[in-house]
């Protein structure tokens, strides 16, 4: 079974008159077009074989732009366009080529983010509640996501049982993107 999971990602907060084009351009190179070199090298095989899952690990940043990210949500509504342009690529030959919208997701640097934008001496908990209220409050789930709950959606997107689901573009934002269709 061929899987290809496109994840790669950069993100930042930065004063949108201030971003140069140089990180303009590093956002697309990292962000979109990693994945795009990535699905032109794996998608003939996928589809000699006709068998294949794509998929674009995108944002709710791709629908609600935050203010303080809008060279990250470009990226990320560019991978909606690829992902979907693909799919039409991929038709009819057994391969599907879909997006994973996540929502604000515990990581790492998504931890250090947080604490860019509230106190830092403030407990992780503390922190979270504080983030979410105050840059997220429009989540539903008003908690930053579990990686394995996005994984969740992965692991049903790269199997069998998603074999109908192509060309979407599918959410775990927690709620976060306010409407009821993607």
Do not use: C
């Not at 947080?114 to 979270?128: I, K």
């Amino acid at each position: 079974m061929d899987v290809l999971v496109n994840n790669l990602g950069v993100f930042g907060p930065a004063e949108a008159l201030q971003i140069s084009d140089a990180e303009w351009r590093r956002y697309f190179e990292v962000n979109v077009l990693a994945g795009v070199r990535l699905t032109r090298a794996y998608l003939p095989g996928m589809t000699d074989r006709g068998w294949g899952r794509i998929q674009y690990i995108a944002s709710d940043s791709a629908i609600a732009v935050p203010a303080e990210m809008i060279h990250y949500g470009m990226s990320k509504t560019a991978l909606l366009s690829v992902a979907r342009g693909f799919a039409k690529e991929a038709a009819g030959s057994g391969v599907t080529v879909n997006s994973v919208i996540a929502g604000p997701t515990h990581t790492g640097g998504v931890r250090d983010f947080v604490y860019e934008l509230v106190d830092r001496d403030l407990p992780w908990d503390e922190a979270q509640r504080a983030f979410m209220r105050e840059h997220r409050p429009q989540s539903l789930l008003q908690r930053l996501i579990e990686p394995h709950e996005i994984a969740n959606m992965v692991a049903y997107l790269s199997s069998p049982l998603a074999s109908a689901t192509t060309g979407a573009a599918l959410r775990v934002d927690g709620g976060f993107v306010d409407s009821i269709v993607p």
